[in-house]
């Protein structure tokens, strides 16, 4: 499989929360550091998303936004 996106970062789930609705997928992609993606309960079956598979975090996004105190 091949993206345009070119933030993709691999890294392994560490926490996987599926409700009714939306999947919560934990993703880590340097020790200690995480991404945390929100995505369909039914792309996280499709994808057959389970704690410790390695997946790419691809990140689209047209802003960055930064903020202080």
Do not use: Q, W
């Amino acid at each position: 499989m091949e993206v345009s996106a070119r933030n993709a970062l691999r890294g392994k789930i560490k926490a996987l929360v599926v409700g009714a609705v939306n999947a919560e997928v934990k993703v880590e992609v340097i020790l200690g550091i995480k991404i945390v993606a929100m995505i369909t309960k039914s792309s996280a079956e499709r994808l057959g998303l389970t704690e410790g598979k390695e997946v790419y975090a691809v990140v689209k996004a047209s802003d960055v936004i930064i903020a202080t105190d």
